[in-house]
């Protein structure tokens, strides 16, 4: 029992740590753009997180059983998971670098599996069809390679979008384009603030309730207290009250704001307008709403960030400033093994410790 409120602690300190960290997702660009004070703007955001993250299990599903094999899992591995997560989105957001929460996640349920098996690599889910649904779930269609395709989608469709409001706009006032657009990048923005508690708040869900599957199925929770039967899960399936306060933790993370990213994503890149925001948005919106459709944990960092780039680079290529993003990349690519090792030291201390992990 004492393990299992270290993991609740820990997932709801990671999705906390994701509000703050992941907030400027949703409001970078309409803070920059001086549509909403950063207040307001960090307000609009909280709301629509929070709604988002009600609606809808798919992403959680994914990473609470579509990962690793889960009869190797236990409430330690899970807590060595997201110690490793944590660790590296700390370390990202000090240095005001957009990594992905999801990745450091799902790198870190990786590596803590990796060490908790002493380097066993099956234990991974690779590729995996599923004839009930006819698709193809495992790290390889749900995380890999989306992990490429989703930013090139967010560079090409952000930049055709604004090729196509330029070519829509070009006998228009430019007074006009500032006003309208001004109004509509709050539409934007809350869409974008909505698809990204639809897909990250799902993350933390599914961790917290593989950590109920696994106290379950080694007889953890055998002789809680009845008031305590809620925590029992023979299915897998997410609870409604683990739901709600991942919903509540996230909007409660965003509120705190998450300025060092917001300068990083919203100023030192490129410089936006109104209409920019909105292509930006909208375009991240689109393609983080549909992830989390088909249950894909998507990076909703590396969605905007690429979208701001696409965008950028119609103005003229150079007015993305290509080191801010040359540092970004990088963090990107090495978010998953970075967490990945931090999980997997976790565990091999906690072995040494005596620990059983």
């Not at 929770?221 to 509540?248: I, N, R, T």
């Not at 375009?283 to 983080?288: E, L």
């Amino acid at each position: 029992m004492f393990v299992l409120i270290l993991v609740l602690i820990a997932a709801l300190a990671f999705e906390y740590i994701n509000g703050f960290h992941d907030a400027a997702n949703a409001i970078a660009t309409v803070v920059s753009t001086k549509v909403l004070t950063p207040r307001q703007a960090i307000l609009l955001a909280v709301v629509f997180n929070m709604i988002g993250g009600l609606m809808g299990t798919a992403v959680a599903a994914t990473i609470g059983q579509g990962i690793v094999d889960t009869q190797i899992v236990t409430m330690t591995t899970v807590f060595c998971a997201l110690t490793g997560a944590i660790i590296w989105n700390l370390a990202t957001w000090w240095f005001g670098l957009p990594s992905s929460s999801s990745h450091a996640l799902i790198g870190g349920l990786c590596g803590a599996a990796l060490g908790k098996t002493h380097g066993d690599w099956s234990v991974l889910k690779w590729s995996i069809s599923n004839p009930v649904k006819h698709t193809t779930d495992g790290l390889w269609p749900k995380v890999i390679l989306p992990m490429v395709t989703s930013p090139v989608a967010g560079f090409i469709g952000g930049g055709l979008l604004m090729f196509i409001l330029i070519f829509c706009l070009l006998n228009v006032r430019p007074s006009v384009v500032q006003s309208v657009f001004g109004k509509l990048q709050l539409v934007s923005a809350s869409w974008m603030g909505l698809s990204h508690g639809t897909n990250d708040a799902q993350k933390t869900m599914g961790i917290i309730t593989l950590a109920l599957f696994t106290g379950t199925r080694t007889g953890t929770f055998d002789h809680l207290p009845a008031f305590l039967h809620f925590l029992q899960m023979p299915v897998f399936e997410v609870p409604k009250w683990v739901v709600v306060l991942c919903a509540l933790t996230m909007a409660a993370g965003t509120a705190s704001g998450g300025w060092r990213i917001i300068r990083t994503l919203g100023h030192r890149m490129v410089k936006l307008q109104p209409v920019h925001g909105f292509a930006a948005e909208t375009t991240a919106a689109i393609i983080i709403q549909t992830a989390s459709h088909y249950g894909i944990p998507v990076s909703t960092t590396h969605v905007i960030a690429s979208s701001i780039m696409g965008v950028g680079a119609t103005k003229r290529f150079n007015a993305v400033k290509w080191s801010i993003v040359q540092r970004i990349v990088w963090a990107w690519i090495l978010t998953l093994p970075a967490s990945a090792l931090m999980s997997y030291f976790s565990v091999v201390v906690l072995q040494l410790l005596g620990v059983t992990v």
